[in-house]
């Protein structure tokens, strides 16, 4: 009774680990490096704006705000996926990381 409470236990640490890292894979996929340059983009062309008088102080502010916190969201969601997946890895005994195409 007590290697099948053990069995259980681990089966749901597997489970909640698994669920741990496709929730972190889905968030990486909608918040995707490619979007990067983008942002990127549209806050260079603000700062351009506002060196040259056309963006006032406050809306200057906040786009860079904005665009601090794409970032942090984006470098976050990258951080938690690999947390989970070293996870998830170590669980199952994996050494190394698998290479995918997409995460």
Do not use: C
Not at 97 to 102: G, K, N, T
């Amino acid at each position: 009774s007590k290697l099948s409470f053990e069995q259980e236990k681990v089966q749901l640490w597997l489970k909640s680990a698994l669920l741990r890292y496709e929730t972190s894979r889905n968030s990486i996929q909608r918040l995707a490096v490619n979007k990067i340059p983008e942002i990127e983009k549209g806050m260079t062309i603000t700062d351009q704006g506002f060196r040259k008088g056309q963006v006032d102080l406050l809306t200057y502010i906040e786009a860079d705000s904005q665009h601090s916190e794409s970032l942090e969201a984006i470098y976050a969601a990258q951080t938690e996926y690999i947390i989970y997946l070293s996870n998830l890895l170590a669980m199952v005994g994996e050494a190394s990381f698998p290479l995918e195409s997409q995460p």
